[in-house]
């Protein structure tokens, strides 16, 4: 082997080395992320069914009263706020608690929002829909490593 040959195989492996480290580094960055997009959506829905359900926050009426109990669909869906947004906090069977999660958003949004006017920013129903987007993507993609859904595929 050439003194040319060494020097050619040294860098090659050098930068096949330093590929593989940036490419670790970029896949623990977007794991990370898609830790924190998850686990920031579970905590606010957890937080928006704690209002309904436990009149938290100044609940339904800003005086702290709770939906009544077992009403369709207040109480129902703090329920799955509560419940199902915990499941995705923690990344617990994430994908069907993240899609039920979307669906009682994308109901609420067209049974209560879209009614009083096309567009979200007319009707109110910004955050229902951003809720009901984000948890598809969740349910779509996954809790990601960093979740208990990694830990029980061990």
Known sequence: MTASTTTTARTTTARTTTARTTTARADRLREAAWA???VVFGFLFVLHGAVGA???FGGVDGAGTPV???SWPGWWGSAIHLVAGAL???GLWTRPAALLCSGAMAY???VVHQ???ALPLQNGGEPAALFAWAFLAIAAVGSGRY???ALRRR
């Open 147 to 149: 979740a208990l859904d």
């Open 68 to 70: 009544e109990l077992l």
């Open 108 to 110: 609420a949004y067209f």
């Open 115 to 117: 009614p009083l006017g």
């Open 88 to 90: 995705v906090l923690v």
């Open 54 to 56: 436990f009149g938290a």
């Open 36 to 38: 924190g997009f998850r």
